[in-house]
């Protein structure tokens, strides 16, 4: 089956930009999707079909995907970005997630 | 507005069963594929199953294939989840999905979740 790998945790500082990577065998050749979920809340789509944002995400979140990994980038960190990410493709019938990412903003 | 609330949930014990209910308002229900994606205590997403607009299309985890059953009912806008066998490691909150897109291509990820219900499998 498909495996996704993303860092257990990344840290950014305030105002600095952030990236999370989603490893996964050639990641480029599929559409990659991610979400941001905070404590006790259901997770939020941010980028779909590997760069695409939905309505309402700031411009400040971004994704790319080439190869075999996939990034989301945050740029200017705020407070408020500071959540677990999850990035998820389909494959062979399944959806499938990343084990997710701890963002932590200093 | 898409509002999406799932019931049902509760405490059942190790072999038990359990149905959960998803309630879709403020789009077409069925045009739209829908999912239901869980998760444990402290653990990262694990999607369980899937089901196409007109449920032609059906897909399940390898960890639920045989247990679970999802199906919908487009006349009452509803989504459900009927769980069997129930272990101790499906104890996770449920959550019902929608797929961002109505093209059934499985593209462009859920763009719409509900708050969860809590299912609880011990004895």
């Known amino acids: 089956s498909y495996e996704l790998t993303q860092p257990l945790s990344v840290s950014v500082a305030l105002g600095q930009t952030a990236r999370i990577t989603c490893g996964g065998n050639?990641?480029?050749?599929?559409?990659v999707h991610w979400y941001q979920q905070k404590p006790g809340q259901a997770p939020v789509l941010v980028i779909y079909?590997?760069?695409n944002r939905p309505s309402g995400i700031p411009e400040r979140f971004s994704g790319s995907n080439s190869g075999n990994t996939a990034t989301l980038t945050i740029s200017r960190a705020q407070a408020g970005d500071e959540a677990d990410y999850y990035c998820?493709?389909?494959?062979?019938?399944?959806?499938?997630f990343g084990g997710g990412t701890k963002l932590t903003v200093l | 507005e898409v509002q999406l609330v799932e019931s049902g949930g509760g405490l059942v014990k190790p072999g038990g069963s359990l149905r959960l209910s998803c309630a879709a308002s403020?789009?077409?229900?069925?045009?739209?594929?829908m999912n239901w994606v869980r998760q444990a205590p402290g653990k990262g997403l694990e999607w369980v199953s899937s089901?196409?607009?007109?449920?032609?299309?059906?897909y399940y985890a390898d960890s639920v294939k045989g247990r679970f059953t999802i199906s919908r009912d487009n006349a009452k806008n509803s989504l459900y989840l009927q769980m069997n066998s129930l272990r101790a490691e499906d104890t996770a909150v449920y959550y019902c999905?929608?797929?961002?897109?109505?093209?059934?291509?499985?593209?462009?990820?859920?763009?719409?979740w509900g708050q969860g219900t809590l299912v609880t499998v011990s004895s």
């Open positions: 999905a929608r797929d961002r897109n109505d093209y059934g291509d499985y593209a462009e990820g859920q763009a719409y």
């Open positions: 403020g789009f077409t229900f069925s045009s739209y594929s």
């Open positions: 089901i196409s607009s007109s449920s032609s299309y059906i």
């Open positions: 050639n990641i480029g050749s599929k559409n």
């Open positions: 079909r590997d760069s």
């Open positions: 998820q493709v389909w494959d062979s019938s399944n959806w499938v």
